[in-house]
Nanobody, 130 residues
Framework: QVQLVESGGGSVQAGDSLRLSCAAS????????MAWFRQTPAKEREFVAV????????YYSDSVKGRFSISFDNAKSTVDLQMISLKPTDTAVYYC???????????????????????WGQGTQVTVSS
């Protein structure tokens, strides 16, 4: 069984940067699709970004494209989310998620659907003030 633990959240000003990290333990997450989602009390869980364990295919939501970067560190078994030019609208709890259905990335389908991921971390809060 894989366990995921997020870290790196915090409170920043608009325009600042943050780096979130998701540490995996238990069985290896190689061959998994690793994603970040976010959620506010007013919204459903929203897809942010996803990568394969090889980092050979990545997808981003339109709202973060060009500002966020996801990367998979095989040596450390971590998935990082580098966030720059943060906006107040980025304020949310950020969740790391894993799916064994790696093929969906190469098919370009379903990767943004939270129900495709069956392993989740506990979340880390990101608050961006204007």
């Amino acid at each position: 069984q894989v366990q995921l633990v997020e870290s790196g959240g915090g409170s920043v000003q608009a325009g600042d940067s943050l780096r979130l990290s998701c540490a995996a333990s238990g069985r290896s997450i190689r061959t998994y699709a690793m994603a970040w989602f976010r959620q506010t009390p007013a919204k459903e869980r929203e897809f942010v970004a996803v990568t394969s364990w090889r980092n050979d295919v990545t997808y981003y939501s339109d709202s973060v494209k060009g500002r966020f970067s996801i990367s998979f560190d095989n040596a450390k078994s971590t998935v990082d989310l580098q966030m720059i030019s943060l906006k107040p609208t980025d304020t949310a709890v950020y969740y790391c998620a894993a799916s064994a259905v790696l093929q969906m990335l190469y098919n370009g389908e379903y990767y943004s659907a939270s129900q495709e991921y069956d392993i989740w971390g506990q979340g880390t809060q990101v608050t961006v003030s204007s």
